[in-house]
């Protein structure tokens, strides 16, 4: 947001602010929070729905919680159409499609919403984007990782749901970068192999590229590419090093059984309480966090937000499961 827009915005909540107080409001009126996640039948979904419920009950917050069916940003965007014909105070989502979603994000700010967006780099258009990484730092452990499992030398290859998925993109990129410079011995041989996030697709692919190159590597950026690839140690005759990104719930035991070498993951219910926490932040003060303002909050990976540019502010919530 433009700075004197945002200036615009802060006098509005602070004019509030002053006539809850003068007419005794402040302690009556609860806050009205609305939270977007991706899916209903996501395998998180529940947990998120448990913690952000206790959290708006111990902070005093009306917390409505929906999601789609189906991870579809034309879902989601039916989804918000309806709710945000009413104004809410802050407005939570995990965005799913650029083009959908940014004019209803764009009209609930205009009614008075503060609008924050979780790993939506792409939302010029919400006041916050949190991100729970730095995709360069994330990229450069995952193929630090790999090379390790595979003794620096061998080759592989690298997972991707769609040409869509710019944040992935954006780690594989790193992680490449990194084995050009410092793992010679490492040969990318089929790279950004698209599987549209399908197990099979992915589990066929693997299949393909150990008997067509021999592979030796595989680093997967979605839960379900992890579980195409896990498995097919045997297809490569016990060599196969497998080493990604994903949900520690889904691949655990994947993990345990060795199927994959090393996962990494954040927790989205913390990323989620992160928005709310800056939200009601900005609301209850009438201060807007500034472009190079750190963010200081009371959760695990998200203790320190740090701005990189913009409207988004990065976390360090990088975790590693091994076997």
Known sequence: MQGAARKRRGSIFILLAVLLLLHGGCANRKLDFLVVTVSKYDVSFPEIERTIMAWGADAGVNVTLI???QPTADLQQRELETLIKRRWDVICVE????????PLLENAKNKGSVVITLRGRMFQTA???????????LGVRMM????????SKGSYITLLPSFEAKDIMDIEDAAVRLQRHSYGGLSLVDR????GADVLKAR???IRDVERYSIEGVMFFTTNDGLGAAGQTASAGGSLAVVGLGDLSVLRERV???EVDSLFYWSRTNLVLAGLEVGRAVVVSGRWFEAGEPISLKIKGYETLRNVGGNTWEARDINVFHP
Do not use: C, K, Q, W
């Open 204 to 206: 066929e692919r693997v």
């Open 256 to 258: 345990e059984a060795e």
């Open 67 to 69: 999601a789609p069916a």
């Open 192 to 195: 950004l192999a698209r599987t």
């Open 127 to 137: 006041d916050y984007n949190i991100e729970p990484f730095s995709n360069e730092e």
């Open 144 to 151: 630090e990782s790999l090379a390790i499992e595979m003794r």
């Open 95 to 102: 965005p799913l499609g650029t083009a959908e979603i940014s």
